[in-house]
């Protein structure tokens, strides 16, 4: 996922993506787009544990904001969440893992 600017505190654009391969013609459903997302220098980390609720990953989130000042760069654009789990895989949201990244310069 990649969060965009919100126009308010409970209100946020997001684009949610899904790598894939193309192999020949695509029929994608109307409101669907396929674009190449830009690549580069990330800062990241890895949130361990549950992704909502009161602090969820707000911790990780600072920690990369926290890094990218203290090193001396800039943001690119919107951070990005790579969840690195499925739901289905696990009743444990112990066992949740989800990268927190951000393109910089």
Request: aromatic share 14%.
């Amino acid at each position: 996922m990649r969060y965009f600017e919100s126009e308010g505190e409970d209100t946020w654009d997001v684009e949610v993506c899904q790598p894939f391969t193309i192999d020949g013609p695509l029929l994608l459903p109307g409101g669907f787009d396929v674009l190449t997302l830009p690549g580069g220098t990330a800062a990241y980390t890895v949130h361990g544990g549950e992704c909502g609720g009161d602090f969820g990953m707000q911790g990780a989130y600072e920690a990369v904001c926290n890094w990218i000042r203290e090193h001396g760069h800039e943001t690119q654009g919107p951070p990005y969440e790579v969840y690195l789990f499925e739901q289905g895989n696990t009743d444990d949201t112990a066992d949740y893992r989800t990268e927190v990244a951000w393109l910089i310069r």
